[in-house]
């Protein structure tokens, strides 16, 4: 492929050039952050009182030492992503695009997952993108633009193969990212001003690839979500959100993260409105009643609750309440299990909001906590620490390291489940987690 042997050279003489300043600040952060003020009630304002809740995770530390509750650190998870996403780096680097659009149609058509329920067919295009993004990103980053080569090897595989729409797919993604790169190292927490010519040319540029394809002739919820990160990038966005996500969510139902993204993409910093939020959750409960019961409700709220605590106000709490149960009655995984319960104990948790939200709010989140107890008790075999350090987050939040994650959400997770059976840990107890359910006795 022309240009593209330079690509690993090209980037780390780009990198070698992008300033540094903020990771050695952030190598030196210590400390865990102030709670939120009263006006702290978006998602940066909400991440931070939230992770000021590790303060207290080594106060009850001494409770649960008669806690026994297997740890699964996900390996199996991290495993996979990472071979998915090698693999279609690999690929690219031996200038294999036929094998790697092959394979793409091929798990995105047959909805191939991880155990988590990660595609295979993204986790391959956002390894096969990575070194294009990598370098222009920092071409980007250091005030210059990219080398013509990169952008040179990603048209000289669309011309290889003009009717394969698992390389477009990936070409396009890529021109996504380097949009978005052109903006600044942040991550978007709202819609992002895409105001600057590169970042124009760039989503131009995406929707001219995946035009030609149709996600619902082919089947395609690659195609479907590539269309729905389209829309940070063009004007009608406002217009298109709904039907954008209406079809992705047609083509994989049972795919909670398109749920999850279609609520955040409501919220009005970005396409929508509380109001619209509300009522496209009520009618995707409905249309994916049949594998969620009322958990597409549920579903669509679920990261907009931890983006925003006030947003609590507007909820049908009923109907969301009602939605975790079915969502655990129907797919009742210990990975489902571990994300809702750390949903109702850390993002629900009274003292992680800020003080200045509504009554009604603060009420409707105290009743979804309320649910903590009964999901761990009756739900919870293993421990996933992930999600318990993930809910501490921002949604909109880059994660840590994985290694980070499993320690930190750990700590936080068996101290609320300490704090949950302290009378019997403190009556001196062991409370062991097993697959038929909690058992308590004491020690011999």
Request: glycine share 8%; proline share 6%.
């Amino acid at each position: 492929m022309r240009g593209f042997a330079r690509l690993p050279d090209l980037i780390a003489s780009q990198l070698s050039r992008t300033p540094r300043d903020g990771s050695a600040k952030a190598k030196g952060h210590h400390g865990a952050p102030k709670p939120a003020s009263r006006s702290q009630t978006d998602a940066v304002g909400f991440a931070q009182f939230a992770m000021s809740l590790a303060r207290g995770k080594a106060a009850g530390h001494h409770r649960d030492r008669g806690l026994i509750l297997p740890v699964n650190s996900d390996g199996q998870e991290d495993y996979l992503r990472q071979t998915y996403i090698g693999k279609g780096q690999f690929l690219v680097r031996q200038d294999q695009w036929d094998v790697l659009g092959r394979l793409t149609r091929e798990t995105d058509l047959n909805r191939e997952t991880t155990t988590e329920g990660t595609s295979y067919a993204r986790l391959l295009s956002l390894g096969a993108r990575s070194d294009f993004v990598t370098a222009a990103t920092a071409a980007y980053h250091a005030g210059g633009q990219p080398d013509a080569s990169v952008l040179a090897g990603l048209e000289e595989a669309l011309d290889d193969h003009p009717e394969c729409w698992g390389v477009a797919v990936v070409v396009a993604q890529a021109h996504m990212d380097m949009g978005l790169a052109s903006l600044g190292p942040r991550r978007p927490t709202s819609r992002p001003p895409c105001d600057g010519a590169n970042c124009i040319h760039h989503f131009n540029r995406a929707a001219e690839i995946l035009d030609p394809f149709s996600a619902i002739e082919l089947g395609s919820a690659l195609l479907a979500e590539a269309r729905c990160d389209l829309l940070s990038g063009i004007p009608d966005a406002p217009d298109r959100v709904c039907d954008d996500f209406e079809d992705l969510i047609d083509l994989d139902p049972g795919n909670p993260r398109h749920l999850r993204n279609f609520g955040l993409r409501l919220l009005p910093r970005w396409f929508g409105s509380f109001e619209i939020l509300d009522e496209m959750a009520h009618e995707t409960a409905e249309r994916v009643e049949d594998i969620w019961g009322d958990g597409g409700y549920t579903w669509v709220w679920f990261d907009v609750l931890r983006a925003v605590p006030e947003a609590a106000d507007r909820l049908d709490i009923d109907r969301y309440v009602e939605g975790i149960k079915d969502i655990l009655d129907r797919r009742g995984t210990q990975h489902v299990t571990n994300l809702m319960a750390a949903h109702a104990g850390v993002v629900m948790d009274p003292t992680s909001a800020p003080d200045d939200i509504s009554a009604t709010a603060r009420r409707n989140r105290k009743k979804i906590n309320d649910s903590f107890g009964a999901i761990v008790r009756e739900r919870l075999h293993e421990l996933h620490p992930g999600h318990w350090a993930e809910a501490q987050l921002s949604p909109f939040a880059n994660l840590p390291a994985v290694e980070d994650l499993a320690e930190d959400g750990e700590a936080m997770a068996r101290s609320l489940i300490s704090r949950h059976f302290h009378q019997e840990l403190e009556a001196g107890q062991i409370v062991t987690f097993a697959p038929g359910g909690v058992e308590l006795r004491n020690p011999a």
